[in-house]
Every structure is written in structure tokens, then in C-alpha cells.
């Protein structure tokens, strides 16, 4: 049964997968009675695990009541109650909010707010952003054009370049001392800034953690803050594209709670905010950019068709509530620091695990050739991936180009609500498939 004929457009065209037909908690079932251990969340997505009944039921119940409403036509309850649960537990001062559906249009949507903001402000040449390679921030053409990653290749042509930057201890193979990593990147940066000049740019946009592109590669500790007193320095806007580590994903609220001395100004977020149930993203804004919208007449008129739509809404406002009341943003940075003890073994045993690295339930291995040349061995992470996939085990594979080298790399993020005993076994099987394409 598992074979059907597909007619839909996909990234592998005559090789059909498995039809998924139910899920729970951190198993997916296809249609033949397989089940699958999803410890990447299909696309880092399952916060709280597949159907949780919490949101499920909330779906039920506002399907019922009020499932769409236009944001230039009403406001709705569920779209006030989000925000208000939002202001709770955001990093940001005075947060105000704008909603989408997925990350690329909060991405698009906090490029559009930039450029907006310094118009506001009588600058209206800033209109240029700075982001960093590698990365992913969405597949719409101004979040591709922030992405360093190799999906920018057939679009090229007609894609801003706004990559110019590198993300520090992307590549293990020339990563400093932690310190002189973090100066030499926002040098690097800052460089790149001064010579766009200052008074042309409104943002500089980064993933606090990589995602898709590097698979989970952290800053050195004192990145961040020396990159918040270059945006200070010249007056440029930090936005920190946070729809992988938002909600619990990195051990804290948001990934940028490990960084209260480099507090961005923006901050967008998706997945894992509804766990898969429905599609929803949004961007939270600090109060002394919000101002400026607030003054003006037109406030922020951009958006998309289903911006703060209440069934979304409703879905996100008890995802939070669940992740509240489950205290599952500690239990993130508790079973994190387990799965890493157990990656690290995993590492200390295989000369092809060349970099273990991440933060919270957010973990990468770098795969080598050998732990002395730390080279790439071409198409290895894919290999994994289906050598797990062959175990009933999901991962992530994260082949990126830096340079001339492409990384192999694969990704881990189970849901927050992943037991010990099951965190034991993704270990056991990514272990032996290790071993088996070794």
C-alpha cells in the first residue's frame, strides 16, 4: 500500500515514500503499520509531539466557533489572547506582534518592517540587509535572498546578496580559539557593513542557532553581544529569524534568552508554535520600533490573507499555555543536556563524527573522513539519514556549502515531549546506523 501512485510535484521525482496515516507523541505510522521514531520533527516543527490532545481539542472547538477572519475587516479574541501569552514570555521589551502562516512570511514580513521603520524615521536610503552564510531563512524571494545556502543556486540571477557575512564555527576545519572566533566573525560583519555604508542598512538578519543550513552550529559566547554594539554603533536594526529555536526548541523561550546583553529588536518564529497542527509564524517587536508604526497613519499595512487568523491563533496561545504548563522549556534543557552526554559518547566511539554541537533539544554531528583532516566524505549525511530511515528512526540532513567544501552534517529535534527511554533509542539506532555506513 505504501507505494501509491503520486501525482504531486516533489524534490524526487519516481521515488515514492512511505504514506504516513496516523501520529502520536514522537511516532509517526504509515499506511503498511510501520512506525518511525521522528526525532527531527520532520522539518524541526513537532514542539510538542504529532496530535497532542490539548491541541487537537482547541482545534475542534474553534473550527466551530470562528475559524477566519480578515485583519483589515475585525479583530478576533484568539488573536488578543496570543499576544497577551507572547508578551509573557518574549525577550523583548514592550512586544507588539504581527502574525503569518509560515516563516518565510515572517521573514518577508520583518523585511518589509525594517525598511519601513527607518522610512519612518526620515532615513529612507536604509533599505539594504546584512545576513550571513551559511543559513536558511525560507524559500520566498526576499527570505531566499537572506539565505546562504545552496538552494540559492537555480535563482540566482534574480536573488539580492545579502549573505555577506560569515557565521562563526561554521567550519571546524579553521574555528579559533572561542574568543578570537567571535572577533574575527563580527569584524567580519562589521566590515562587510562599513563598506555597504551604514546609512544604506536596515538590518542585520541572523539565526541565533543555524537550522537546515550548518544543522544546529551555536555562537562562541561573546559573539553575540559584540554583534548587538556593532548594530548600536551604526544604528542599524538586529533581527534574530528564530523559527527553528523559538518555544522551548533551544532550552529557553526563545534562543535569544541566552543572550540578555544582546537583546534583538525583531524576532520571527514559526513551527514549533503549533506543533504541526495548523500553520502559523509571526514576528514580535520591541516596543521602540513598534512606536514608529504606532505614530503613523498607516501603521503596518503588509501581511498576508491569513495574518493572525483565530483558528491559528487559538492553536499558538495553548501551545504556550501547554508548554507552560508541562514546564517543558526546563525539560528541554534537561533531556538536551542528556541527548548531548549521549551524542558526545557516540563521538568518543566514532572517528566519523568530526563535531557534536547545539543547544537545548537542537543537536548537530558533523561527519568527517577522519578526525585528523576533518574532510567532508561527499553525500555521507544522506546516507545516514536512509540508514536511519531503514531503522524507523527520522533525522535531518544538513549538507551545506562553505567555500568550495560542502559540510555533511545531520540534524536532531525531537519533540520537547520525547521520554529519556526514547532519546535512549534514537541514540542506539543513529549508532548503529553509523556503524553500518561507516
Known amino acids: 500500500m505504501g ?91 514592550d512586544t507588539w506582534c504581527f502574525f503569518n502562516s509560515s516563516g518565510s ?51 540566482e540571477p534574480v536573488l539580492d546578496k545579502h549573505p555577506v557575512a560569515p557565521v562563526p564555527n561554521a567550519d571546524i576545519r579553521r574555528r579559533r580559539p572561542p574568543d578570537e572566533e ?37 555562537p562562541p559566547p561573546t559573539y553575540m553581544a559584540e554583534l548587538r554594539r556593532v548594530c548600536d554603533r551604526h544604528d542599524v536594526l538586529l533581527v534574530f529569524d528564530e523559527t527553528i529555536t523559538a518555544f522551548g526548541r533551544t532550552g529557553e523561550w526563545f534562543a535569544a534568552c541566552h543572550w540578555p546583553d544582546a537583546t534583538p529588536d525583531v524576532i520571527t518564529f514559526a513551527k514549533g508554535v503549533t506543533s504541526g497542527i495548523v500553520p502559523f509564524s509571526g514576528v514580535l517587536v520591541s516596543g521602540q520600533v513598534a512606536e514608529a508604526f504606532e505614530q503613523s497613519p498607516e501603521g503596518f499595512p503588509y501581511g498576508h490573507t491569513f495574518s493572525g487568523y483565530p483558528l491559528g491563533c487559538a492553536v499558538a496561545a495553548e501551545a504556550i499555555r501547554v508548554i507552560r504548563d508541562e514546564d517543558l522549556v526546563a525539560e528541554a534543557r534537561r533531556k538536551g543536556a542528556l541527548l548531548r552526554d549521549r551524542l558526545d559518547a557516540l563521538a568518543a566511539d566514532s572517528p566519523r563524527i568530526g563535531d557534536v554541537r547545539g543547544l537545548g533539544l537542537l543537536q548537530g554531528l558533523e561527519l568527517v573522513e577522519d578526525l585528523e583532516t576533518l574532510a567532508p566524505p561527499p553525500g555521507a549525511a544522506s546516507r545516514l539519514v536512509a540508514a536511519c530511515r531503514e531503522r524507523g528512526l527520522m533525522i535531518y540532513a544538513c549538507p551545506t556549502p562553505i567555500g568550495v567544501t560542502t559540510i555533511e552534517a545531520v540534524m536532531l529535534a525531537p519533540p520537547l515531549t520525547i521520554s529519556d527511554g526514547e532519546l535512549d533509542e534514537v541514540v542506539a539506532i543513529l549508532g548503529d546506523a553509523l556503524a553500518a555506513t561507516g
Open 3 to 93: 507505494r501509491r501512485a503520486d501525482f504531486s510535484l516533489t524534490a524526487s521525482p519516481g521515488s515514492l515514500l512511505e504514506v504516513a496515516a496516523s501520529a502520536s507523541g514522537a511516532r509517526i505510522v504509515d499506511e503498511d503499520g510501520r512506525s518511525y521514531l521522528d526525532a527531527c520533527g520532520g522539518a524541526m516543527v513537532m514542539s510538542l509531539g504529532h496530535c497532542h490532545p490539548r491541541l487537537v481539542e482547541v482545534v475542534q472547538r474553534q473550527v466551530a466557533e470562528l475559524s477566519f477572519t480578515y485583519r483589515f475587516s475585525f479583530r478576533n479574541g484568539p488573536m488578543l489572547e496570543l499576544a497577551e501569552e507572547l508578551r509573557s514570555v518574549s525577550p523583548l521589551a
Open 105 to 155: 512570511e515572517s521573514v518577508e514580513s520583518a523585511i518589509q518592517l525594517a525598511r519601513r521603520y527607518w522610512q519612518l524615521r526620515g532615513h529612507p536610503a536604509k533599505t539594504d540587509l546584512i545576513s550571513r552564510w551559511p543559513s536558511f531563512h525560507g524559500s520566498t524571494h526576499g527570505a531566499l535572498s537572506l539565505s546562504g545556502s545552496k538552494w540559492r543556486a537555480f535563482y
Open 182 to 218: 567571535a572577533v574575527w566573525a563580527v569584524r567580519e560583519l562589521e566590515d562587510a557593513l562599513v563598506r555597504r555604508g551604514a546609512g544604506n542598512v536596515a538590518a542585520v538578519v541572523i539565526e541565533p542557532v543555524t537550522g537546515a543550513s550548518g544543522a544546529a552550529i551555536a
